[in-house]
């Protein structure tokens, strides 16, 4: 009886549950200039999170005039499998609206609908209200605008029970005002559960919140917080109506409190600034925050995370700059878990990538309407022990509140957040890349002052490596072979990248990197994918200066009339004519690529036409390995060839012509990381993988080489026609 009820119970919650999918959302606001009609436009950016990609806040307007939606874009930021158990992934979005308003005075838009995932409060998920109080009054001492505090936070943190920790949260404010960060009033729609959960303590005028200690739950706790801006001093808006408003500074509590010595400062309930007029802004900044079950040890880079160099300190300001990649590169390292994957909450488009070297780059390029603006990026990194490192929870979790999750074994870094401020650009800088070198061109005039012959690139000794030797009045010019001078090779998913740096000296000669004034650091990035790119970076004190250019590997594909590779088969005699079953000799050639990279033949397929997306296509070699059964790979010496031969065959009935079509991949050759040292992958092995494809380092990402058509003399034969047919089904 007990247990039947339990079961109805049991239903009942997955039900409810099943609609319960919000895990917080931000806002941030930007004054966009005025329209010829008088009227303003203000960008919204709303950063939410759902158990899915697809949801999206609906706002309304709660009070004042809030104009209409001009433009409106949305994209995914970023998403992750790791996620609270009834939950089993998050997905975070952002929805970029720009709305004019016919004038500047405030304006309150509302959001409010059902439910947040299961909480420790509310196991139904209870309702949200998000509040976002826009004033585009004119200040009385900036002349413009108030600019609204930068919000971001990563939508799901997590911490074991046993790990106190200190949430520094992102609380920049472009017009320097002060930023508060505070619980939701229950009263004025900022929030519904509004709950201040115990265990934790808000510190608000400095925006921290201290995990002290809570038990483990599998539910989350719902943080529904409000980040406001106040001025430094007594200020007044203007408003385009003619009117007034004035605004204060927050100030000291009126009552004396006795301060205690037994705990931390933060810790008393020692009273905050107090109000004394409405603020500048008001945002939503809501996230889900999960109690994990202990951690074996709470020292960082044990079994948390711990972050390294380079990774940028929390709160560092990075120097972005208009249609210029900018790259933000995070390390992390656990001795007892393995580092998994980074989340991130950045603007929309923000790419993430994990390099052999098992550092995470965050990329990211700016529009010219994004000049002057800043970015806030948040970002953590997540290490997993025993089945979480292979496997993620199946379908055979109770949804039975009382039973504790699986010991996940998941474990989140500190979060830390920067700054990117889109600025112009300050050191005029030019690369292009070559199949073998890289060529860096800095114009003189805006160095202001260096002093070019103490510029050296990383490894002088050669004298190929000078600058002198191409630089001319107005350049300084390097011209740097792609594996010589100091340059290094680094991969990711989806690129090389050949780096080096031109760096200031003394008179002496010694390499005076931090002291001095400039550095610059500059790659070429060329897509694995055949289709090649290029990079730079300049460095200044604090000032970091991005550009990009792009450039293509190329590869040779031929026919050859035997096994000695020896002359190709000359193209003006295409198509090549064979009798089924007559052996085809192929090359793939890469040569031209330099040293210290290996090329790597993922897949070749066959098809009737001259498109490897063509259907029907018939697979040769999949994931490294050899389909065809009549496929024989000739070994060669050199890492950026392949030779391998395949009998001919013809299409079943309908066609006479093949198309060859391969995907390959260029590696840093060498590196035990890299898909092109694993070979072939059978595809027992791929099933299983699919799930952890975004933890590999390597992924596919190949450029496409076909060659043909080949024609054949005579027609199939049936069973070798069948033959070919059940394979190419498998
Ligand atoms: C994001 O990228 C898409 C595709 O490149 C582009 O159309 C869109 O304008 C970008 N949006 C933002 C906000 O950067
Ligand atoms: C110096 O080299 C740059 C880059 O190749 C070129 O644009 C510029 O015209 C050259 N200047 C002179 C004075 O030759
Ligand atoms: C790279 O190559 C692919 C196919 O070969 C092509 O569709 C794409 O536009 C190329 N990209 C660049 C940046 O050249
Ligand atoms: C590659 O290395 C070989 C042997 O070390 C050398 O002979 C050859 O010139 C190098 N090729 C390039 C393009 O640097």
């Not at 001492?141 to 505090?149: F, L, M, S, V």
Request: some cysteine; aromatic content about 10%; proline content about 6%.
């Amino acid at each position: 009886m007990a247990s039947t009820l339990m079961l109805l119970l049991q239903l009942l919650l997955v039900s409810l549950v099943s609609a319960s999918h919000f895990f917080g959302g931000t806002t941030t606001y930007t004054y966009k200039g005025r329209n010829p009609d008088g009227s303003f436009n203000v960008e919204i950016r709303d950063r939410d999170t759902y158990d899915g990609c697809y949801y999206s806040l609906y706002w309304y307007c709660s009070s004042g005039y809030c104009g209409y939606t001009s433009t409106s874009q949305r994209g995914t930021l970023d998403s992750s499998t790791s996620a609270p158990l009834y939950n089993r992934q998050w997905c975070e979005t952002e929805t970029v609206t720009t709305r004019v308003v016919q004038s500047n005075r405030p304006f309150e838009m509302r959001a409010a609908s059902c439910c947040w995932i299961p909480t420790r409060t509310s196991y139904w998920g209870h309702y949200w209200y998000l509040n976002t109080l826009v004033d585009l009054g004119e200040r009385s001492d900036t002349g413009k605008p108030n600019r609204a505090p930068e919000v971001a936070i990563l939508p799901f943190l997590r911490v074991p029970e046993n790990c106190p920790r200190t949430y520094k949260l992102m609380s920049f404010d472009p017009d320097g005002d002060k930023v508060r960060c505070r619980y939701g009033n229950p009263g004025s729609a900022e929030c519904y559960g509004c709950t201040q959960h115990s265990g934790f303590h808000l510190h608000q005028d400095s925006c921290t919140l201290h995990y002290q200690y809570t038990n483990a739950d599998p539910l989350v706790n719902s943080f529904e917080l409000v980040v406001e801006d106040f001025p430094q001093g007594h200020i007044s808006l203007r408003y385009s109506d003619g009117s007034q408003s004035s605004r204060s500074p927050l100030s000291a509590p009126t009552t004396t409190t006795t301060a205690r010595t037994t705990t931390p400062w933060w810790w008393t309930t020692g009273r905050p600034l107090q109000a004394t007029s409405p603020p500048l802004s008001k945002l939503p900044l809501q996230f889900s925050f999960l109690v994990d079950p202990p951690a074996p040890s709470c020292q960082e880079g044990l079994y948390l995370p711990q972050f390294v160099h380079p990774t940028p300190a929390h709160g560092q300001r990075i120097h972005a700059e208009v249609n210029k990649e900018v790259e933000i590169r995070i390390k992390a390292q656990a001795s007892y878990a393995a580092i998994q994957d980074i989340i991130m909450s950045g603007p929309m488009n923000m790419t993430k990538h994990r390099t052999t070297h098992n550092e995470f780059v965050l990329r990211w390029t700016p529009f010219s309407s994004d000049l002057g603006n800043y970015f806030p990026v948040c970002f953590a990194v997540e290490s997993a022990t025993g089945s979480a490192v292979t496997s993620f929870p199946g379908n055979t979790h109770s949804h039975n509140h009382g039973t504790p999750t699986s010991q996940s074994g998941v474990y989140q870094s500190e979060m830390r957040c920067v700054i990117l401020k889109v600025g112009t650009e300050e050191i005029k800088t030019n690369v292009i890349c070559t199949e073998s070198e890289m060529r860096v061109e800095v114009e003189k005039s805006s160095l202001r002052g260096l002093r070019e012959d103490h510029l050296r690139l990383s490894e002088p000794s050669n004298t190929l490596c000078s600058l002198e030797r191409y630089s001319n009045s107005t350049h300084i010019i390097g011209v740097i072979p792609l594996n010589a001078c100091g340059t290094q090779i680094e991969e990711d998913e989806e690129h090389l990248i050949f780096k080096n740096e031109i760096t200031t000296v003394d008179d002496s000669g010694a390499l005076i990197t931090r002291k001095h004034n400039l550095e610059v650091e500059f790659y070429c990035q060329y897509p694995k994918k055949g289709n090649v790119s290029l990079g730079f970076t300049a460095h200044r004190t604090m000032v970091e200066v991005f550009d990009k250019g792009f450039g293509t590997f190329t590869y040779q594909f031929e026919f050859y009339p035997d096994n000695q590779f020896r002359s190709i088969i000359d193209p003006s005699s295409y198509p090549l004519e064979y009798d089924v079953g007559q052996k085809i000799y192929m090359e793939i050639d890469a040569s031209s690529i330099v040293n210290d990279t290996e090329m790597f033949v993922e897949s070749c397929r066959a098809s009737p036409y001259d498109n490897p997306n063509s259907q029907p296509t018939y697979s040769i070699i999949e994931d490294g390995c050899p389909v065809d059964p009549t496929v024989m790979i000739h070994e060669t010496d050199n890492k950026r060839q392949f030779r391998f031969c395949i009998e001919a065959f013809k299409f079943i009935g309908l066609h006479d012509q093949v198309y060859i079509s391969c995907s390959v991949m260029m590696c840093e050759a060498g590196n035990p990381n890299s898909r092109c040292s694993q070979g072939c992958i059978n595809s027992n092995n791929h099933h299983h993988s699919h799930r952890r494809k975004r933890d590999s380092a390597i992924q596919t990402a190949a450029h496409f080489v076909s060659q043909g058509p080949l024609r054949l003399k005579r027609s199939a034969d049936i069973s070798m026609s069948a033959g070919m047919e059940t394979q190419s089904a498998s």
